[in-house]
């Protein structure tokens, strides 16, 4: 072997430490068996001079065991007392300062910095996940607000937390010259396209809170979601346009090495303790003294290295994810992406062998914590990052330039500004083309079994690339990589075409359904055991029947159509005929019942009550409704939901156009629903005061890919943004759930149905 993997073995057991917390007795276990290996280092050696005996690797695995459980046990971590579900008075502030700003609903990463226990106030440092409901003014520091409180599996932070009163802000925080350049640099996006406007400040500085849900599907879905976490990449493209600007300065190697390493931390401040920003810095400042040193890059050691420190300075890295992933995606691309470099050369160009080596090295070492995090795995991920790389080191460098100018030439730096927007662009159009592909996220066995097959799989493609490139011995090399090729023949040729039109189960919890049909709506609720309200059935020959088998519902106890346009009752004959079994037949009064035999009209300020959903329409008045076009003689209810959070409601819109709805909601004044169906596909003719009146926190748009029509409209998005509505599309994210937790409403989506 030419390269010392012994820096695995110190990586590996400091990262086994952090991840399970050893108790004390097996902590002292550990110990006594390290003095034991290291006693036997002081016999008489037979073995050749400057050997290293057959157990060194176990000796450094426990050092970085013994090391990370020590500090780990001098530095008790405080706790919250009493159950693993709770509720308790608390101070407490969140992590980033962007988090506590607006009138919407906030949530993020915040530390408890006291809470109330026994009579009195206990100071205790305790991270948690937080979400706000109540609004918090610009620059809230801490506040004190009562928190239901559930405990988090392993991770950075312990609980996740929801505020059940109101906030009552006790200290104000001042925003650093970090985020005053941060809010000056989005604010200089506001003229780019929407995907730049969210995506550059993740790909810069890992700023991810302008992605709305849409767009973080369809990165996460392509494969791409990387590219917006700060990784090694960005710390590596910004130490070498410093070196290089020093080198035409003529620095000498030493300052140039230190002023890089000042650099490098400067931008790791600015960015945030992201787990990849404190690697990748670290990574980069042991480089540069190796390098000072005389030492040679060493790349491998450099990365267990820091991947050690960081674990030894915080306990909780060896359970995030995002530590996780960018270590591992590190270290594939130092030990697989030369040995797949070479075999990939002799069916494709050196430049393009190198970035399929990279992309495939990273995949291959991180395919287990990407498994325990999705059940899936992307089949364009490959194909995707290789189209957009090229473009990554002209986003990276301008970006990081256009960063700096916000401040002293705004003029000019918004000019500039869409060189790199430009690109960022056809990313997000890229992730959003990439996840509407069929098939695009491949299915895996769930739970355990899948995350340990995952492990084995990754583990023989990296020992045999390894082995292959590694050993003195030529047969052992033929035979490696000619095991490796059988195996990834086997996934091409078998397991791809099996899983191309497989679809995992959907969860029974889920409330509100929107099935992709698409340029058409059709809307399920659930009311559990297989049995569900639909509203509207999409046009002919859309899915619709395949939607409902695949969320598991055989009953429709009432079929709500809100008028007779092809794209909301174009499916019914389908429906009627297939074996779905149909209650109530329901429509407006403007609906012509010659059309549908056994509907029966609903008459405004109708209720009724199912279980925990219930429904009173709205809309449309019989007066209006006899002389209105199809649009305005839509069905408008009004859906409540109990769920364990409260009340929960869905405003159904229909298509009814603006002046209509405008008359309605005077005769029937509405207060604020947490969601909201967009009127007529999200429409110009929709209206936007619909969207101001109700105030949604989640707008749904039911649309087709690429319609003739152009829904949604621009204003509708502009205006949702404007009030912080989260907006889901069947167009982008294909059939969306929502789903009703303790932390409020979770959207997925179930993707592009295969047609």
């Known amino acids: 072997m030419n390269t010392d993997f012994r820096g695995l073995w110190l990586l590996a057991g400091a990262w086994t430490a952090a991840y399970f917390s050893l108790p004390a007795w097996l902590l002292w276990l550990l110990s006594a068996l390290l003095a034991f290996l290291l006693f036997l280092l002081l016999r008489p050696r037979h073995d050749r001079a400057y050997a290293a005996p057959w ?195 003529s620095v000498p190697r030493v300052p140039s090495a230190i002023l890089m390493i000042g650099v490098v931390g400067l931008f790791a401040w600015f960015a945030g303790p992201d787990p990849s920003v404190l690697r990748a810095s670290l990574m980069g400042s042991i480089a540069a003294v190796s390098v000072l040193l005389g030492r040679g890059q060493g790349s491998l050691g450099i990365l267990c290295v820091s991947g050690t420190a960081l674990l030894a300075i915080d306990r909780s890295l060896g359970a995030e994810p995002a530590f996780a992933l960018s270590v591992l995606a590190t270290l594939g691309i130092i030990m697989l992406s030369s040995a797949l470099t070479e075999i990939l050369l002799h069916i494709m160009p050196a430049w393009l062998a190198q970035l399929t080596a990279i992309c495939c090295a990273a995949q291959f070492t991180c395919l287990p914590v990407v498994i325990a995090l999705n059940s899936d795995f992307s089949l364009y991920s490959l194909p995707a990052n290789l189209l957009v790389a090229p473009l990554l080191p002209l986003i990276t460098a301008l970006g990081m330039i256009c960063l700096l100018l916000c401040t002293p030439w705004p003029g000019f730096e918004s000019v500039l500004i869409w060189v790199p927007g430009l690109p960022a662009e056809a990313i997000g159009k890229v992730a959003h083309a990439v996840s509407g592909l069929p098939g695009a996220a491949r299915p895996w066995p769930a739970g355990l079994p899948g995350i340990l097959l995952a492990v084995m799989l990754s583990l023989a493609l990296c020992s045999l690339l390894v082995l292959g490139r590694e050993t003195e011995r030529l047969r052992v090399r033929q035979v490696s990589l000619g095991v490796l090729g059988a195996i990834m023949v086997f996934a091409v040729a078998l397991i791809v075409p099996a899983t191309l039109f497989y679809r995992e189960d959907v969860a029974t919890d889920w409330s509100i359904a929107m099935c992709d049909v698409g340029q058409g709506d059709a809307f399920v609720i659930n009311l559990g055991d297989a049995d569900g309200w639909l509203i509207d059935t999409g046009p002919p020959d859309s899915g619709l029947l395949l939607c409902l088998d695949r969320l598991g519902i055989t009953t429709l106890g ?184 303790g932390q409020g409403i979770r959207g997925t989506s179930l993707g592009t149905p295969v047609r």
Request: glycine residues 10%; charged residues 20%.
């Open 55 to 249: 157990f060194t690797g176990p000796i450094i695995l426990l050092l970085g065991m013994v090391a990370v459980s020590s500090l780990s046990f001098t530095d008790p971590q405080c706790q919250l007392p009493g159950a693993p579900e709770q509720q308790r008075r608390a101070v407490v502030r969140f992590e980033d300062l962007a988090s506590a700003q607006g009138q919407g609903s906030t949530a993020g990463r915040a530390e408890i910095q006291r809470y109330w226990n026994d009579g009195q106030w206990v100071a205790c440092q305790v991270p948690v996940y937080l979400s706000v409901d109540f609004g918090l003014p610009a620059n809230a520091g801490q506040f004190e607000a009562i928190l239901d409180l559930d405990a988090a599996d392993a991770g950075s932070f312990d609980w996740w937390a929801q505020a059940a009163s109101e906030p009552q802000v006790s200290s104000w925080a001042e925003p650093t010259a970090a985020d005053l350049l941060k809010e000056r640099f989005t604010l200089s996006l506001s003229d780019l396209p929407g995907n730049a406007q969210a995506l550059l400040p993740g790909m810069l500085y890992g700023d991810r809170s302008g992605q709305d849900e849409a767009l973080g599907e369809a990165m996460r879905s392509s494969g791409l979601s990387h590219l917006t976490a700060v990784s090694g990449s960005n710390i590596a493209l910004i130490g070498a346009i410093v070196l290089v600007l020093f080198r035409l300065f």
């Open 558 to 741: 009432k079929v709500f159509i809100t008028h007779t346009h092809s794209d909301h009752f174009g499916a019914i004959r389908e429906l009627e005929e297939s074996k779905v079994r149909i209650g109530d037949r329901l429509v407006s009064t403007g609906f012509d019942l010659e059309l549908w035999p056994g509907a029966r009209v609903l008459e405004p300020g109708t209720q009724q009550t199912a279980g925990e959903v219930s429904f009173e329409v709205v809309g449309p008045e019989a007066r209006y409704a006899q002389y209105a076009e199809p649009n305005d003689t839509s069905l408008v209810i009004r859906f409540s939901f109990s769920t364990p959070s409260g009340a929960v409601d869905f405003f159904a819109a229909g298509d009814m156009e603006t002046e209509a709805m405008d008359r309605l909601l005077r005769l029937h004044p509405q207060g604020h629903a947490a969601i909201l169906k967009a009127s007529h596909h999200g429409a110009r003719n929709g209206g936007t005061r619909i969207i101001e009146r109700i105030h949604p926190q989640i707008l749904l748009v039911s649309a087709g890919k690429n319609n003739s029509y152009g829904h949604p409209h621009p204003e509708t998005l502009e205006m949702a943004k404007r009030i912080g509505a989260t907006v889901l599309r069947t167009d982008q994210s294909g059939t969306v759930l929502l789903t009703f937790t």
